[in-house]
């Protein structure tokens, strides 16, 4: 037999074609060495370019997979994805703080999906007032750009979003470049831990869109959180991998590509991360 692998406890909504949501996440989180116990929060009707209707799961059904999940495993880490009512977010935060009680340092990585990536809505409620529960559960928020200027006041800079996320839980946030239009993707990497510092990876943009990226990209920090690795080593490891799958990602129909998680993450050694600076 091999070694006991540690567990992420995953709440996201179900993808039919298989590149994003609970799929994206199973096989994200078991590249990085840890297993997916996964709660479905919403059936979607989607491809791999358009959402065409979500279907929230009841909340009384989200709160029982997961209790049972609870009750029979070690939790190590929680990834969230879309969870598409306001009911199923409230339903989700006291869940984790159940599992505070027991855990207090409990890491919970939220991905704070507010539409898909061509603009479709994924929750019946408004969007943001839909996540606002998980906010304050979350200790890593990993927004891309346009989801970091409807969650924070408008004409902040990118240090300021990042603070403006800080409170309840959350110490950390990765604020993702893929929005962006320079020729690198930047992720900055904002923490308010020992002190409040940022953090900067430089990837180079590829010239395809993809389906499921952002679920990737979470999953794998969870991952690797579950596995006992540093935040720092934690983000560095998952963006490398991530890169890697959207290298390798191949085509199932016209328009966006699907990630290929399927290998093992690589080990990070040594940490390249571009720049820190110390913000005072």
């Given at each position: 037999?091999?070694?006991?692998?540690?567990?992420?406890?995953?709440?996201?909504?179900?993808?039919?074609?298989?590149?994003?949501?609970?799929?994206?996440?199973?096989?994200?989180?078991?590249?990085?060495?840890?297993?997916?116990?996964?709660?479905?929060?919403?059936?979607?009707?989607?491809?791999?370019?358009?959402?065409?209707?979500?279907?929230?799961?009841?909340?009384?059904?989200?709160?029982?997979?997961?209790?049972?999940?609870?009750?029979?495993?070690?939790?190590?880490?929680?990834?969230?994805?879309?969870?598409?009512?306001?009911?199923?977010?409230l339903v989700i935060a006291s869940l984790i703080s159940e599992l505070?009680?027991?855990?207090p340092d409990l890491s919970v990585v939220l991905d704070p999906v507010?539409?898909?990536?061509?603009?479709?809505?994924?929750?019946?409620?408004?969007?943001?007032?839909?996540?606002?529960?998980?906010?304050?559960?979350?200790?890593?928020?990993?927004?891309?750009?346009?989801?970091?200027?409807?969650?924070?006041?408008?004409?902040?800079?990118?240090?300021?979003?990042?603070?403006?996320?800080?409170?309840?839980a959350c110490r950390d946030v990765l604020l993702k470049g893929g929005?962006?239009?320079?020729?690198?993707?930047?992720?900055?990497?904002?923490?308010?831990?020992?002190?409040?510092?940022?953090?900067?990876?430089?990837?180079?943009?590829?010239?395809?869109?993809?389906?499921?990226?952002?679920?990737?990209?979470?999953?794998?920090?969870?991952?690797?959180?579950?596995?006992?690795?540093?935040?720092?080593?934690?983000?560095?490891?998952?963006?490398?991998?991530?890169?890697?799958?959207?290298?390798?990602?191949?085509?199932?129909?016209?328009?966006?590509?699907?990630?290929?998680?399927?290998?093992?993450?690589?080990?990070?050694?040594?940490?390249?991360?571009?720049?820190?600076?110390?913000?005072?």
């Open positions: 037999m091999t070694a006991q692998r540690p567990c992420v406890l995953v709440f996201a909504g179900h993808d039919p074609s298989g590149g994003a949501g609970i799929q994206a996440d199973i096989e994200a989180i078991a590249a990085q060495g840890a297993h997916a116990l996964t709660v479905i929060t919403s059936l979607t009707v989607q491809d791999n370019n358009q959402v065409h209707a979500v279907h929230p799961v009841a909340p009384d059904i989200v709160s029982a997979q997961a209790q049972n999940l609870i009750k029979h495993f070690t939790v190590n880490v929680v990834k969230l994805g879309i969870v598409g009512s306001l009911e199923n977010a505070r009680s027991k855990n507010l539409s898909s990536g061509h603009g479709h809505k994924l929750a019946l409620d408004d969007a943001v007032l839909a996540i606002a529960p998980l906010l304050e559960v979350a200790t890593l928020i990993t927004p891309n750009l346009p989801e970091a200027m409807r969650l924070a006041p408008h004409g902040l800079t990118a240090a300021q979003q990042a603070t403006s996320l800080f409170g309840g929005h962006g239009q320079e020729q690198q993707v930047c992720n900055r990497w904002f923490s308010q831990r020992a002190q409040f510092f940022e953090l900067t990876w430089n990837w180079p943009r590829l010239s395809f869109e993809f389906h499921g990226s952002g679920c990737t990209l979470a999953a794998a920090i969870a991952g690797q959180l579950a596995c006992g690795h540093s935040m720092e080593k934690s983000l560095h490891a998952a963006q490398s991998y991530t890169q890697l799958s959207l290298e390798r990602a191949y085509p199932i129909a016209v328009g966006q590509l699907i990630p290929q998680r399927h290998f093992v993450a690589p080990k990070i050694n040594s940490l390249e991360s571009d720049d820190r600076e110390t913000i005072r």
